[in-house]
Structure formats: structure tokens, C-alpha cells
């Protein structure tokens, strides 16, 4: 499972509230992303990082800020939480066999 | 604008048959190609990828299709199983730039093998 956890897995929360969305890995991975899924759209890039404090915008970042202080946590924040904001997030590592990238179990986020 | 585009949205298959998926990209900076299963309440995992200096890959029953010169890829599944059932992904990224920037997905197939 490439030491992948995600959390919280499951969360609801209310429409204008703060969100952190974590992601802890345990093999010292370099590259770190999140994607969100939703129906129709498969899976979108967030945003990902490439080494602590490096981090840059992917294809759906507005919305969303992250973090990375240390290389096994990446933290995704939703600042003001919206209903479009409704989805499942995973968050993924690139592991050391060329471009092979492997995902966590997911966060279902509600915004009500 | 969409650079990998995926067909078909949804599948039934017989059990014994063999879906086959397809993937279109416009990108051709593109040069790894996987594919990902995913079951419910999971998360994506890694099934098979190519890169375009082949044209076809076998990992047990699953196969890439690879044609450079129409930008297209796919997946077939022989003699598919009820427990293949599951949503498949097709994706790209940049593999001679350490593909950091991460991956572009389709927007999935629905399988379903029916006993």
C-alpha cells in the first residue's frame, strides 16, 4: 500500500468552515499529490509537491492550499469550505520505480 | 480542453468475454501510459503501464494496445472474471520528466462481468 495513510477518512462538514485534509507516508518519498474524483471527471490533480516547502498548482488548485514542512506529511486545507468542494481526495506518492505513482484509500469529504 | 479522453463510459461483459477500453490523448509530450483498477471505497491502484517504444504489453490477462501514430491505447481483459469487475482508469504523464508533475486521467470505465 506503498505506506500511504490518509486522514480523516470520512468528514462532514458545514459550507464556509476550514478544512485539513492529511497525508502521512513512511518511505521518504520525494514527490507527494493530491487529486480529487468526482462522477464524470475521474481523478484531477490538485496540487502536488516535489520536496518540503516545494509544492505547485495542478490542473482544479482554486480553493485549495497545501503545505509540506516535512517530507512524510502533506496537508491539503480547503480555507472556506463550499458544497463544490463535496468530493473524495487522495492523496498519492511516486514511488522509486520510474514514473509508477500510488494512491491512499481516500478522504470523503461532505460540505453541507 | 480534455487530453486524455476515454471510451467506453460503462461496459457489461459476460463472464469468459473480453472487454476491451479505450484511451485517446492529444499530448504528444506523453510518454507513459498506465492503467488503474479501482474497486469501490478504494483507492486507485496500479495495474499495467507501457511506454510508446512498444506497441503491446501482457501482464497475466491484462493487455495494452499501444499505437503512437493515432495517439491512442487500450485495455483488454481475456477470459474476464466477476472480480474484474471494477472502474478502470487510463492515464499519461511525462515519463522523461520524472512524471513529478503527476498524471492526467481519462474519466473512467465502468466494468461489469456478469456470471
Known amino acids: 500500500d506503498a505506506g500511504i495513510t490518509q486522514s480523516p477518512r470520512h468528514k462532514v462538514t458545514e459550507t464556509g468552515t476550514p478544512v485539513t485534509l492529511r497525508c502521512h507516508q513512511t518511505?521518504?518519498?520525494?514527490?507527494m499529490y493530491w487529486y480529487r474524483q468526482d462522477p464524470g471527471h475521474g481523478l484531477r490533480l490538485i496540487h502536488y509537491?516535489?520536496?518540503?516547502?516545494?509544492?505547485d498548482k495542478g490542473e482544479v488548485s482554486d480553493g485549495y492550499s497545501v503545505s509540506r514542512s516535512k517530507t512524510e506529511d502533506f496537508l491539503l486545507t480547503l480555507e472556506s469550505a463550499t458544497s463544490s468542494q463535496t468530493s473524495v481526495y487522495f492523496c498519492?506518492?511516486?514511488?522509486?520505480?520510474?514514473?509508477?505513482?500510488?494512491f491512499g484509500e481516500g478522504s470523503w469529504l461532505t460540505v453541507v | 480542453q480534455q487530453q486524455v479522453k476515454q471510451s467506453p463510459q460503462s461496459l457489461i461483459v459476460q463472464k469468459g468475454g473480453i472487454p476491451i477500453i479505450n484511451c485517446a490523448y492529444e499530448?504528444?509530450?506523453?510518454?507513459?501510459f498506465p492503467w488503474y483498477q479501482q474497486f469501490p471505497g478504494k483507492g486507485p491502484a496500479l495495474l499495467i503501464a507501457?511506454?510508446?517504444?512498444?506497441s503491446e504489453k501482457k501482464e497475466g490477462r491484462f493487455t495494452i494496445s499501444f499505437n503512437k501514430s493515432a495517439k491512442q491505447f487500450s485495455l483488454h481483459i481475456m477470459d474476464s472474471q466477476p472480480g474484474d469487475s471494477a472502474t478502470y482508469f487510463c492515464?499519461?504523464?511525462?515519463?522523461?520528466?520524472?512524471?513529478?508533475?503527476?498524471?492526467?486521467f481519462g474519466k473512467g470505465t465502468h466494468l461489469i462481468i456478469q456470471p
Open positions: 492515464a499519461a504523464s511525462w515519463y522523461s520528466g520524472g512524471g513529478a508533475d503527476g498524471l492526467t
Open positions: 507501457i511506454r510508446p517504444d512498444v
Open positions: 498519492a506518492i511516486q514511488g522509486y520505480s520510474g514514473n509508477t505513482i500510488y
Open positions: 509537491s516535489y520536496g518540503v516547502k516545494d509544492t
Open positions: 518511505e521518504n518519498h520525494r514527490y
Open positions: 499530448n504528444t509530450a506523453f510518454d507513459y
